[in-house]
């Protein structure tokens, strides 16, 4: 059974930073790619930025410099660390996780999902 919990969201003021988390089943741990999605009200849902299980990373460009992804294996937690957050960053934050190939950045690449985390920007 392959569950993901994020946490970590919140309301911040321009500028300001949020550290998300993502806490992975074991089972859902293991030589697999996992990502952080958002997805504002209205909106698509967009990949942010992605990981493999070797610590390669790809960013949606607008968020290089600014998003960090991680992943600490130990622990089974998916980080995204956010700096600098402007108000088009307001929206709800999900993990995601796959065994399979595909596009990093895509949703349809993924076979898991968590129940999400709201950030707000003010």
């Known amino acids: 059974h392959v569950q993901l919990v994020e946490s970590g969201g919140g309301s911040v003021q321009a500028g300001g930073s949020l550290k998300l988390s993502c806490t992975a089943s074991a089972s859902a741990y293991h030589d697999n790619s996992m990502a952080w999605f958002r997805q504002a009200p209205g909106e698509d849902r967009e990949g942010v930025a992605a990981i493999d299980s070797d610590g390669a990373s790809i960013y949606l460009d607008s968020m290089k410099g600014r998003f960090i992804i991680s992943r600490d294996n130990a622990k089974t937690i998916l980080y995204l660390g956010t700096n600098s957050l402007k108000p088009e960053d307001t929206a709800m934050y999900y993990c995601?996780?796959?065994w399979g190939g595909g596009s990093w950045l895509e949703a349809t690449t993924y076979n898991y999902w968590g129940q999400g985390t709201q950030v707000t920007v003010s």
């Open positions: 995601a996780a796959t």
